[in-house]
Each structure stands twice: as C-alpha cells, then as structure tokens.
C-alpha cells in the first residue's frame, strides 16, 4: 500500500480518456444556472484562512456529519479538533496517544462525537469529544495509512502498508475479517447502501467486493496509471476516482460506467472531495491550486489558490466552505521547518 508521500511527477496524459471510457468531450453550451450562482457566492466569499494545528504536516481533514467540529491528524502523530464558529475554526482539543504519525482519520456517520485515527504506530484508536478521551485502542497487524467507517457506523476498515485490510466491530473493537490483497490498495471505501466494499489500486484499477461477504464482485479497469483516492458523493449518485495519470473520473454507481472525467491538473490526484450537494467536486494534488468542478458538466467554476501541494481536502456537510491541508513551510523563521496549519476556504472577504 502505498504511503501519500511519493512524487510521482507531472502527468503527460493529463489529455487523453483512459481506455474504456465513455465521450467525455463534449463542449457544453456556457456554465450553468448553479455554476453562475456558485461562482458568484464566491466572488464575495473567497478567502481563506489558516489555522495553527499542529507542529508537523497535516496529512488529513474530515468534518463531523452535523459539520460542529473539524478534525485533522498529522505527521507530529496527533489528531487536533476545531469548533466551526461563523466564520473562524477554534481550536478545542488536541489528542495525544498515537506513536507514530496519523496518517488519515474519519468520523462516525452519524454520532458527531466520535472520531477514528489511523496511524504508522499498528493502532487505531477510537475518540469521543465529549470527554476527549480515547475510548478503544485497536492493535492492527501493520503500519496504517487508511481508514473509513462503515455508513450504518457498525464496521471501520483500516488498510495498512502491507495491504492488509481489517475490519473492526466499531461496539467491541475487536476484528471481524481481514483481507491480504496480491495489489497495492491505496483508498478503501463503502458504498453509501453499506453492501459493497470499493478499493482503487496499484495498477489503476477499482475493485468492489460484496459486503459483508467480501466476495469479489467486480475489477473496472479506471486508469492507465495508478488509482490513489476514491470518494462517494452523498446523493449515491456517483463516485469519483483521483489517480497518478492527473485524470479525476466520475462513475455512475448503479451502472459502473465512467460519465466523465476531469483533466485541469497535472500532478498525481491525492484527494477529493463532493459538496454536500453533490454539485461540486473538489480535487487537489501537487499542482498549487485547488480545482472545483461542477460535477454534471466537468467545468470549472472554481479554484483555490495554494502555495504548495496539497494533502487533503474535505467539503463541510451543510455550507459551501472548504478545509484542506498543504505541505506548508514556516516561512517566516525557517523555510524548512513545517507549518501544520489546516485552512478554510469560502469565508466572506470581508471577514
């Protein structure tokens, strides 16, 4: 499994359709109704702001489902949260226990109360904001760098270096399945009706196994290069799939077929990440900008602007703000100590 470090350098394929692809081509007739509308909230809301997290690279962000609380996890092996408040993230709480870096981190479905971290130390560990205390420590077989909580909040899966794949009974913290893939996986998911399990590979390709069952369901050859991140948009509607050739492709999810794809970057895709609405799809890399797309026609209706590559990036579930995370330096002491800030985008330029 690879780890989210590694350069893979600028994509020459940035313009041509992955193998068995449907027309993705099409030139569309002017930007939309809801590409206008977006794109004219954020001409007065286009600021962004950091905010100190940690002493190290935020390696990811995730908001909780009611959208209170931002949690991030870094290299410095802490996960931090923040309260939402108008236009500001505050800090509440940083969580120390993890010996190693924490690598990515996601929140129960539905409990905004709980969060998982996934990290290098061959642990999980379960948090509960309410008492800011680590309510389970789940020893892993590897090194883990992927997690994600099963929609029902029943089942986290964790992926570690060794692409292993464990499953874990999130009420008795203990294992129910786990998975040796003969692949490197790289971004794990369940589907939104909780019966399939989505990985995307080394080799650019999306499996999808039966769930609970875990029986192989089907391989779809996605990219030419390696599949890194995969998310769900939350209207079930599509998934999307970021991958080592700068190629971003939408799937239709009841016909896994690909509808389109997205080619404004040039580096590897690392993150993505659907709008609440499921309207706009951001995605980021090593490019320094973060792009928008609107998802029903690819085009761009927004891009934010960054000064180094981009870790993470993550949609609030009810308001058109954006967290992410960039390899940020110190600037202002030393260019090569790192930053550890998270930043929020689409706050009101005057505040």
């Known amino acids: 499994m690879a780890a989210p470090t590694a350069s893979l350098g600028p994509s020459t394929l940035g313009q041509t359709s992955p193998g068995s692809m449907a027309p993705w081509c099409l ?39 009611d959208g209170r609380r931002l949690a991030s996890g870094s290299f410095d092996k802490t996960a931090s949260v923040f309260l939402l408040e108008k236009d500001r993230l505050v800090k509440e709480n940083n969580y120390r226990g993890h010996g190693d870096s924490v690598d990515q981190l996601c ?31 789940v020893n892993t077989k ?14 986290i899966a964790v992926g570690n270096k060794d692409d292993v794949v464990t499953f874990i009974d999130a009420k008795t913290h ?18 939104n009706d909780n019966n399939m399990f989505f990985l995307t590979n080394g080799n650019g390709c999306i499996n999808i196994l039966s769930y609970p069952e875990l029986k192989p369901v089907q391989s779809i050859n996605a990219h030419p290069s390696n599949c890194i991140c995969i998310k769900f948009d939350p209207m079930g509607k599509y998934f999307a799939t970021g991958s080592a050739d ?5 799937w239709d999810v009841d016909e896994l077929v690909c509808v389109r794809c997205f080619s404004r970057l040039d580096w590897p895709v690392r993150t993505l990440s ?12 090593e490019d320094h900008f973060i792009d928008i797309a609107e998802v029903e026609t690819g085009d761009k209706l927004w ?7 981009t870790f993470t990036v993550a949609w609030h579930p009810k308001r058109p703000l954006l967290a992410f995370a960039c390899d940020d330096k110190d600037g202002k002491y030393d260019s090569s100590r790192e930053a550890g800030t998270v930043k929020l985008f689409g706050l009101p330029n005057d505040s």
């Open 274 to 285: 659907f709008s609440h609405d499921g309207k706009m799809l951001a995605s980021a890399s």
């Open 303 to 309: 891009e934010v602007q960054c000064e180094s590559p």
């Open 174 to 191: 203990r294992s129910k399945a786990e998975e040796q893939f003969k692949f490197e996986v790289n971004e794990i998911s369940w589907n």
């Open 27 to 65: 030139v569309s007739s002017g930007p939309s109704r809801y590409v206008l509308g977006m794109q004219e909230l954020f001409r007065g809301h286009s600021k962004t702001r950091e905010f100190p997290a940690h002493s190290a690279k935020v390696h990811s962000v995730a908001w909780s489902c």
């Open 107 to 137: 929140w129960h479905p539905s409990n905004p109360d709980l969060f998982v971290t996934a990290s290098g130390d061959k642990t999980i560990r379960i948090w509960d904001v309410r008492t800011t205390k680590c309510i389970a420590t």
């Open 142 to 155: 590897g090194e883990n760098i992927n997690i994600c909580w099963s929609p029902d909040g029943q089942t």
């Open 246 to 250: 700068a190629l971003v492709s939408l």
